[in-house]
């Protein structure tokens, strides 16, 4: 599948990247990829942007099967990468986004609001814990985040498993807890 990573320098994005790079066509975009992700550049196209340059999403988006966002995204960069994609064949979405903050949770209905094929993942707390990759699909519920935490290595298979099957969780507003 050909997949574009946008904010390909994040957490998730880090354990997510190994689990899709040999099988599948991967572009990684974000700030100083050439850089920071430099040990890809014989598997990946590796692309420099910002999330608020439509013109630079739109670019590497394009041709794209499928897009994953792995950011906190607030109202605005929501409205940029989705005005971005909708200029693309690239129309499935999968993203990253929380409720800690009002911006983020409208950032996040951005998403599930426009007319792309999104699977929104609002984040409980999150946690670095090597060793704990299984996780459980659960509704996004605000109140119940303080309660259920997930690993960065459980999100990542979570986002790995719907690029095996995209008609997963299709424009669903979900959370994701430990199992």
């Known amino acids: 599948m ?3 990573i946008l904010a390909a320098t994040g957490r998730i994005a880090d354990k997510l990247i190994p689990k899709l790079i040999d099988n599948n066509d991967l572009t990684l975009f974000g700030h100083d990829v050439t850089d920071r992700l ?12 910002d ?4 013109a630079a999403v739109k670019a590497a ?12 995204a607030g109202t605005s960069i929501a409205q940029h990468v989705v005005n971005a994609l909708k200029q693309t064949s690239c129309q499935r979405l999968v993203v990253t986004t929380g409720h800690c903050s009002p911006d983020e949770t409208n950032g996040g209905k951005t998403f599930a609001n426009s007319s792309l094929d ?9 946690r670095d814990n090597s060793g704990k990759s299984d996780y459980q699909v659960v509704s996004d519920d605000p109140q119940a985040e303080n309660d259920n935490q997930v690993s960065h290595e459980g999100v990542a298979r979570y986002i790995a498993d719907v690029v095996k099957d995209p008609s997963q969780d299709l424009n669903a507003e979900i959370s994701l807890k430990e199992a």
């Not at 999330?51 to 439509?54: I, N």
């Not at 999104?118 to 999150?126: E, L, R």
């Open 61 to 72: 988006a394009d041709g794209q099967e499928l897009a994953v966002l792995n950011f906190m």
């Open 51 to 54: 999330l608020t340059d439509e």
């Open 2 to 4: 050909k997949i574009v």
């Open 38 to 49: 430099k040990q890809y550049a014989d598997k990946a196209k590796l692309i420099n942007g």
């Open 118 to 126: 999104t699977t929104c993942i609002y984040m409980p707390w999150i």
